[in-house]
């Protein structure tokens, strides 16, 4: 059996406990929470019966990655990607003409340089960043 790290304090500033991960069990649910209830209050609308609906009729008429498509590469759709961002408007949630079928690779591209990564919203990321 292989040692284990030794536990470091929490993060958070005056807690005494000490943990194997950042924080200690309350305050990693005080974290969790938190992000929850900011990451994404619309996130109910995707667990929704008539999003699965939507999602696999709309990927089972387009099967293809539009983006992929439009560069000569023939790639099957995973996701259903809102082309402008609904941000919980559900007129602009529902809407047929702002949805398109994207392979996940493509998926995650543009919702990163969408959203933002790591709060740097608009820079698009390439190779010579790093």
Not at 6 to 28: A, D, F, I
Not at 33 to 55: A, V
Not at 66 to 95: M, P, R, Y
Not at 111 to 130: E, F, H, P, Q
């Amino acid at each position: 059996m292989c040692p284990r790290k030794p536990r470091k304090p929490c993060s958070v500033r005056g807690c005494p406990q000490l943990t194997e991960g950042r924080y200690c069990e309350e305050h990693q649910k005080q974290v969790d929470t938190e992000y929850n209830k900011t990451s994404r209050p619309f996130k109910h609308l995707y667990n929704t019966s008539r999003w699965k609906k939507l999602r696999l009729q709309f990927l089972q008429e387009q099967p293809l990655c539009v983006e992929c498509k439009s560069k000569g590469v023939i790639k099957a759709a995973t996701d259903l990607d809102h082309i402008q961002a609904h941000k919980g408007d559900e007129e602009l949630f529902w809407n047929i003409n702002n949805l398109q079928a994207l392979c996940h690779s493509c998926h995650s591209r543009k919702t990163a340089r969408d959203d933002g990564r790591w709060g740097k919203k608009g820079r698009v990321y390439s190779y010579n960043d790093i």
